[in-house]
């Protein structure tokens, strides 16, 4: 060996440089700068964390934000203000930047159970199915015995639509916890996805056994698991169990109407529910959603209106105190046009219950349907008292007034109400209608055509307002052609309408064309049930201008014999001449 090298290498041992103590010393010093440094961070961390903390709670989300990123600048290992990040741009929809956050803190803390959730939580809802289903399965391998991770991994198998893996999930939860109803419902579901129909009932039929004073509640969910899977016949022996072990159930009845309505039995569907509403333990509202759901499908209302009229009279004899009971029955009779028995019914509700404002709209309406002017008005003058508010109770009260002649208080009425108006234009119409109907009365022209303009320039194609602008612009013999154009679109809009036909040929017969006006004014007769003073009474004045006095003399005659008709009426008949 060279002797040289030698000398070096103990040269190297024997002269290290420092001494072991003093590289000691050293490091302790330095050790105590980074702890110090550390700590100086850290409380500023801990400043910086509350105020991050403080702007969460006050919803100031966004200086949240910049103070807890702060504190990662601070601290790029703080896990705690990386959650609250997680969760706050979670809250604002930006799950990639949740999920790196949320990531990260996971990772610096991976025993922290909430961070785990987040992450889960975040995954879920952002559609990251492979890395939701990764974490839970890592969770559950690191935590076989948590139910929360198991939970989590049943769901993440769901939402990988592997419905296998999730059932075998959810019977590790109930090794560890035993049977739930949560679990055996959330298993019926995944089987009945699978078509598993089978192994659904036995899910249930396992609560029955766990939970035997459910049994009824559980025998009516497997009835209607079979019904909804197309198991009649599977459905009606769990229906009959019901019955035999529980005669007095609410429900049963109304499930076994469902039952014989799908096996198109419509008589033993309507005698099951005339049981079940018979019932008083089978709550009102119930029933009521039994009544609106044949009333809100037309067809089946239609086909079926004996039956349901007489649910609905078995439903105020089992509930007479129940203003819910009578306001339902009135309204299925008002739709009948029963308004005498609309009325009592709707009265009952009040007398127990004034406060309901749409029993008080749906009274008024049966009133006027009566025509019976001084109820309307003396019932209409309460709604008033009790919502003075509200616009519609005065339009009725204005035309109880104005079929009295009382003509300045139906227009204190009407005016009071439109006033009230808001954001509703079709009732804004009416209120202008009736405005310019009381002004024609009082012969108030000009007022009165200035209400129909407003009427009309809301709605053009109100055919009412046409109709009637046009027949007393005929009657004063002004703006004529103005009349014919609004009485032929009148005509159009509503086709079928007697008054319209009338008016149009009124109309006609006013500008001289006597042979279509005789046309139009004979289709409103044929259009009418029942003979008509006033339509009988027109054709003949249009006859006797085509020069038919005969046959004007005749339907005058004819008209007298229905009712008063005009003022000159007798006479004309009387002397065989036309007065207008």
């Not at 929809?93 to 610096?108: G, H, P, V, W």
């Not at 559609?127 to 935590?143: A, N, R």
């Not at 679990?183 to 699978?194: A, F, G, H, M, T």
Request: glycine share 4%; proline share 3%; net charge negative.
């Amino acid at each position: 060996m060279n002797k040289t090298l030698i000398i070096l290498l103990m040269l190297t041992i024997l002269w290290p440089g420092e001494s072991f103590s003093q590289k000691r010393e050293k490091k302790k010093k330095k050790s105590a700068e980074v702890t110090t440094e550390i700590a100086v961070n850290s409380e500023e961390v801990t400043n910086l964390f509350i105020d991050a903390t403080k702007a969460k709670l006050l919803g100031e989300t966004t200086k949240a934000i910049g103070l807890y990123e702060s504190c990662l600048v601070k601290n790029p290992q703080h896990s705690a203000s990386m959650y609250e990040l997680a969760q706050l741009y979670f809250v604002i929809d930006d799950y990639n930047t949740a999920s790196r956050f949320a990531e990260q803190a996971s990772e610096l803390e991976p025993e922290n159970k909430w961070y785990r959730l987040l992450l889960i939580e975040i995954y879920g809802k952002a559609g990251k199915k492979k890395e939701l289903l990764e974490t839970c399965e890592k969770l559950v391998k690191k935590y076989p015995g948590s139910v929360d991770y198991l939970y989590e991994l049943s769901n993440a198998y769901l939402v990988n639509n592997d419905g296998n893996n999730a059932i075998k999930t959810y019977d590790k939860v109930e090794e560890l916890i035993g049977v739930t109803e949560e679990i055996s419902l959330q298993k019926q579901r995944v089987y009945l996805i699978q078509k598993k129909t089978d192994q659904a009932a036995e899910e249930i039929k396992k609560l029955i056994k766990a939970f035997p004073d459910q049994e009824t509640r559980y025998v009516s969910m497997l009835a209607e698991m079979y019904m909804e899977a197309g198991k009649p016949d599977e459905a009606a022996q769990y229906y009959q169990q019901i019955l035999a072990n529980d005669p007095d159930n609410p429900y049963i009845h109304i499930t076994l109407s469902d039952y014989y309505r799908q096996k198109g039995d419509k008589k033993r569907s309507f005698d099951e529910l005339k049981l079940g509403f018979a019932n008083p333990a089978l709550d009102i509202d119930t029933k009521i959603r039994v009544l609106l759901s044949f009333f809100s499908a037309n067809e089946m209302y239609l086909d079926n209106k004996t039956e349901i009229m007489e649910l609905a009279q078995i439903l105020v004899q089992t509930h007479p105190k129940e203003p819910k009971a009578h306001s339902m029955y009135g309204d299925f009779l008002l739709d009948d046009k029963q308004y005498a028995q609309a009325r009592d019914e709707f009265r009952k509700v009040i007398a127990i219950d004034s406060s309901r404002y749409a029993v008080w709209e749906s009274l008024l309406n049966a009133e006027i349907q009566l025509s019976d002017y001084p109820a309307l008005y003396s019932e209409s003058s309460r709604a008033i008292e009790l919502f003075p508010l509200l616009p519609v109770p005065y339009l009725f009260k204005g035309v109880a007034q104005l079929e009295k002649s009382e003509f300045e208080n139906a227009l204190s009425s009407f005016n009071s109400g439109a006033k009230l108006v808001s954001g509703n234009n079709v009732l804004l119409v009416q209120f202008y209608t009736y405005l310019g109907d009381t002004y024609n009365r009082m012969k108030n022209y000009r007022l009165s055509d200035e209400n129909y303009e407003k009427a009309l320039k809301l709605q053009p194609d109100n055919s009412y307002v046409l109709n009637n602008y046009a027949y007393y612009l005929s009657l004063r013999n002004e703006n004529l052609e103005k009349a014919e154009q609004m009485a032929s679109k009148s005509v159009k809009l509503d086709a079928a309408n007697a008054a319209n036909m009338d008016t149009y040929g009124w109309v006609l017969y006013k500008l001289g064309r006597y042979t279509e006006a005789a046309e139009w004014v004979e289709k409103a007769i044929a259009a009418t049930p029942s003979p008509d003073t006033d339509l009988l009474e027109h054709l003949g004045d249009i006859y006797f201008k085509l020069g038919n006095v005969d046959k004007a003399i005749s339907l005058w005659q004819d008209a007298l014999k229905v009712g008063k008709g005009s003022e000159f009426l007798e006479k004309k008949i009387k002397e065989r001449k036309l007065y207008e």
